[in-house]
């Protein structure tokens, strides 16, 4: 994980996720899936791209199960967007570089 990407489980989702005031993009991923390592990468450019204007947490499901059924993700990889706490958009499957960039640009402004 790059140094613009952070980790939150069940126990830190709260504080690193609801509470951080400003908007987070929330990656709801498994080890064993194929199309959540594909998008990886992807995050990794877009957390260092817009790392003054969005906070990019990674959750992964199999060792925190709560937060993924609080936020109904039925398939992975699931990107949920939150600002200041609430969730204003969601993206689910491995979607391309700009069809994520757009909803960062229209959930930061």
Not at 3 to 19: N, P
Not at 23 to 50: H, I, N, Q, R, S
Not at 87 to 92: A, G, M, S
């Amino acid at each position: 994980m790059n140094q613009f990407i952070f980790a939150a489980s069940d126990e830190t989702f709260e504080s690193e996720v609801l509470k951080h005031p400003g908007t987070v993009l929330v990656d709801f991923w498994a080890e064993w899936c194929g199309p959540c390592k594909a998008l990886g990468p992807v995050l990794d450019g877009l957390a260092e791209e817009y790392r003054d204007r969005i906070k990019v947490v990674k959750v992964n499901v199999d060792q925190s199960p709560n937060a993924p059924q609080q936020y109904k993700v039925r398939g992975i990889p699931t990107m949920v967007f939150f600002k200041n706490g609430q969730v204003v958009d969601q993206l689910v499957g491995n979607q391309p570089r700009d069809a994520i960039k757009g909803v960062i640009d229209k959930v930061v402004n």
